[in-house]
């Protein structure tokens, strides 16, 4: 009889034990610790947060950011009511949808501007005055704007959802595969 105590215990104490451990890797998860990054997230921070900023950038003016200071983008064949993305396929290749967290913080832009659309794919994309948004794959770096008048379709979005208005907007490019600039 002992011995089948003894075992029992053993038996409790393992499953303690892979319990445990299940618990600190879900508990990782949900916190984000152990993400490898490079999931895609353009809207920077966690998975489930970002923040618009309005954001001075040489030759464009005051426009939208992400998180990591990229700048946000609108296309022309898109619609703001109802929003609607009409990027996809190659588009989405160069113009990286933002993806719609959990929770959005804004910093010189309107809260109640900021919405999300459903995509084709399924899933969400954040709006901004219904306009779905972008990053530009040719950006390299935070607060750069090569994207502005790609093709006369793509523009720096403003705070309010407008289009970024400048003298420098590129010409249409005739090589650039049916409006989405490559």
């Known amino acids: 009889m002992l011995a089948t105590r003894s075992g029992k215990l053993r038996r409790t104490r393992r499953v303690s034990g892979y319990a445990a451990a299940a618990a600190a890797v879900l508990a990782l998860t949900a916190s984000g610790c152990g993400d490898s990054g490079g999931d895609g997230d353009s809207g920077g921070g966690t998975k489930n947060s970002a923040t618009l900023t309005a954001t001075e950038v ?12 990229y700048v946000l983008y609108r296309f022309d064949e898109d619609t703001a009511k109802p929003s609607k993305s009409n990027c996809n396929d190659n588009c989405e290749k160069i113009w990286p949808a933002t993806p719609a967290p ?4 804004v910093k010189g832009v309107d809260k109640d ?5 459903t995509r084709d794919d399924g899933t969400k994309q954040l709006t901004l005055d219904g306009w779905p948004l972008y990053t530009y794959a040719k950006d390299d770096e935070p607060r750069e704007a090569q994207g502005q008048g790609v093709d006369g379709t793509w523009y720096a979005v403003t705070p309010t959802g407008a289009k970024a208005q400048t003298t420098t907007d590129q010409p249409e490019d005739e090589d650039s595969g049916g409006g989405y600039g490559y």
């Open 58 to 69: 040489d030759g464009v003016g005051t426009v939208v950011t992400d998180s990591k200071g």
């Open 102 to 105: 959990g929770t959005v913080t």
């Open 113 to 117: 501007l900021v919405g999300t659309v």
